[in-house]
């Protein structure tokens, strides 16, 4: 028996080819190619892979109910916008789909539409409109709008430990008949990803900045369509070139407009200046 570099691949190949599942079986032989071909290529020492193991260990550590840190490892390696641009390029004049990140949470407050989801965030005032609307341009009615987003200071609400499981910044939202909808809510800020933790101590080490550009994230959902995962960016915004995750795309940067102190789209006397941000989603059908 031969113990070259090449035989030994090739035997961690063929281990899996007794796989039932196909689709199990090509990922695990894939997977040990490459995994094979990364170590060949960097010449990795085991001192080297040893420090990798500990710091994917650091990273499910640093796991629990609200923290995702895996979830940001494959954020910042690209390999999450990837899978999503990937399995993107089908679609026909759909809206673009963009990152989920680590701060979704399956309990968004159902809040009926025109509501202000803020909840006391810190943020100047924003108003957000928008219309959910088929490829073909029907308009999507009782479409489910999940809406989550960093307040002024950069925070989610999942990342305020005084809130516990209080919610801020976040709700859920039906569509009308018209497919329209509307919230207010706090203008989002840039925000620095996690740093305390591996992927933070790995964005360092390697000279990268942690920084995301402003964003309000969005998950559309509507009967007959695929959901739609994505953000709307500011405009202006100085990391839309360097997003820490990869996840800006032109068509996603929305404008916000500026407004004195008065009457607002809704009705509504505002006290202080606010925003406006309007913006039309199209879903794509299953
Ligand atoms: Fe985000």
Same mark, same amino acid.
């Given at each position: 028996?031969?113990?070259?570099? +090449?035989a030994?691949t090739?035997?961690?190949i063929?281990?899996?080819?007794k796989?039932?599942?196909?689709?199990?079986?090509?990922?695990?032989?894939?997977?040990?190619?490459?995994?094979?071909?990364?170590?060949?290529?960097? +010449?990795?020492?085991?001192a080297?892979?040893?420090?990798g193991i500990?710091?994917?260990?650091?990273?499910?550590? #640093?796991?629990?109910e609200?923290?995702?840190?895996?979830?940001?490892?494959?954020?910042?390696?690209?390999?999450?916008m990837?899978?999503?641009?990937?399995?993107?390029?089908?679609?026909?004049?759909?809206?673009?789909?963009?990152?989920?990140?680590?701060?979704?949470?399956?309990?968004?407050?159902?809040?009926?539409n025109?509501?202000?989801l803020?909840?006391?965030?810190?943020?100047?005032?924003?108003y957000?409109?928008?219309?959910?609307?088929?490829?073909?341009?029907?308009?999507?009615?009782?479409?489910?709008?999940?809406?989550?987003?960093?307040?002024?200071?950069?925070?989610?609400?999942?990342?305020?430990s005084?809130?516990?499981?209080?919610?801020?910044?976040?709700?859920?939202?039906?569509?009308?008949?018209?497919?329209?909808?509307?919230?207010?809510?706090?203008?989002?800020e840039?925000?620095?990803?996690?740093?305390?933790g591996?992927?933070?101590?790995?964005?360092?080490?390697?000279?990268?900045?942690?920084?995301?550009?402003?964003?309000?994230?969005?998950?559309?959902?509507?009967?007959?369509?695929?959901?739609?995962?994505t953000?709307?960016?500011r405009?202006?915004? #100085?990391?839309?070139?360097?997003?820490?995750?990869?996840?800006?795309?032109?068509?996603?940067?929305?404008?916000?407009?500026?407004?004195?102190?008065?009457k607002?789209?809704?009705?509504?006397?505002?006290d #202080?200046?606010?925003?406006?941000?309007?913006?039309?989603?199209?879903? #794509?059908?299953?």
């Amino acid at each position: 028996m031969t113990f070259s570099p +090449q035989a030994i691949t090739d035997a961690a190949i063929a281990s899996f080819s007794k796989a039932d599942n196909p689709r199990l079986k090509q990922i695990m032989q894939s997977l040990v190619k490459h995994l094979h071909a990364f170590a060949a290529e960097t +010449q990795l020492t085991e001192a080297e892979w040893m420090a990798g193991i500990q710091f994917l260990t650091a990273t499910g550590h #640093q796991c629990d109910e609200v923290r995702q840190e895996f979830i940001l490892l494959s954020d910042t390696l690209g390999l999450s916008m990837l899978l999503v641009a990937m399995h993107d390029g089908a679609k026909h004049g759909a809206t673009e789909a963009t990152v989920l990140g680590p701060f979704h949470t399956p309990d968004a407050p159902p809040l009926p539409n025109g509501s202000d989801l803020s909840n006391g965030a810190p943020g100047e005032a924003l108003y957000v409109t928008g219309r959910v609307k088929s490829a073909q341009g029907e308009a999507l009615a009782h479409a489910s709008v999940d809406i989550w987003q960093a307040d002024a200071e950069g925070l989610y609400d999942v990342q305020r430990s005084e809130l516990e499981h209080e919610r801020r910044a976040r709700g859920l939202i039906q569509t009308d008949a018209e497919g329209r909808f509307a919230f207010w809510s706090v203008l989002p800020e840039a925000y620095p990803v996690p740093t305390d933790g591996p992927v933070g101590q790995m964005l360092l080490s390697t000279g990268r900045h942690p920084w995301r550009p402003a964003h309000i994230h969005f998950l559309i959902a509507a009967e007959g369509h695929q959901p739609l995962v994505t953000h709307l960016f500011r405009e202006g915004d #100085q990391y839309l070139d360097s997003d820490v995750v990869f996840g800006v795309r032109p068509s996603l940067v929305g404008s916000f407009a500026h407004h004195a102190a008065g009457k607002a789209p809704d009705g509504s006397v505002r006290d #202080q200046g606010f925003w406006t941000m309007d913006y039309e989603f199209v879903l #794509q059908a299953v």
